[in-house]
């Protein structure tokens, strides 16, 4: 294995654009929902972590191996929240080096495209473009929702609580794992 593209679809109670990637990851309630890859550009695999399935020890292998390299769009947050989420799973401190890791969203800022997956999409004339509900898949499974009587007073939305997560696995698949190459080459 050279070369890992990579997406995550994450939760936290704490708002990521107000504190940063490093405090969004250190809440207790952190979690990564899914995590779509591509092993050196072949089919993409999608692991619903918040359904109960877990990383195969390859992919682990392959995350902490510096001569693997990992690609992503915003790559810092991927990098940091699963070294955050893998040392709590493997229960010891865990350090992805960043020397590892390219990021698309600054190879796309250096080629003058948009800032955000669905624009570099359309700039591009991509095959797969962003899915219009992707927007609201993501904020009802990644950010905290209100208490209400009419969810039961939850915080957070779960697969068990509407069954749209297979819409939103097929988002995280036809956004930055298959720009990946197109960008990058």
């Not at 955050?84 to 020397?99: E, F």
């Not at 899915?131 to 609201?136: F, L, R, V």
């Not at 997560?165 to 990058?184: D, E, L, V």
Request: hydrophobic fraction near 40%.
């Amino acid at each position: 294995m050279d070369l890992i593209s990579l997406d995550i679809e994450t939760f936290s109670d704490i708002d990521l654009r107000k504190c940063g990637v490093y405090r969004y990851t250190d809440s207790p309630n952190f979690d990564i929902l899914l995590f779509a890859y591509s092993v050196n550009e072949g089919p993409i695999g999608v692991i619903d972590l918040v359904s109960g399935e877990t990383f195969p020890q390859e992919i682990i292998e392959a995350l902490v191996d510096n001569s693997v390299i990992k690609t992503a769009f915003n790559a810092n947050f991927e990098r940091v929240a699963l070294m955050r989420y893998i040392a709590r799973v493997l229960n010891k401190d865990v350090y992805l080096d960043p020397a590892a890791w390219l990021c698309t969203e600054v190879q796309a800022a250096m080629l003058g495209l948009p800032l955000h997956l669905d624009g570099v999409a359309q700039v591009l004339r991509l095959t797969d473009q962003k899915m219009a509900e992707g927007k609201a898949l993501i904020r009802y499974f990644c950010i905290p929702c209100k208490p209400t009587a009419a969810n039961g007073g939850r915080s957070r939305n779960l697969p068990s609580d509407a069954p749209v997560m297979s819409q939103t696995k097929s988002n995280t698949i036809r956004t930055s794992i298959k720009f990946t190459p197109q960008i990058s080459s």
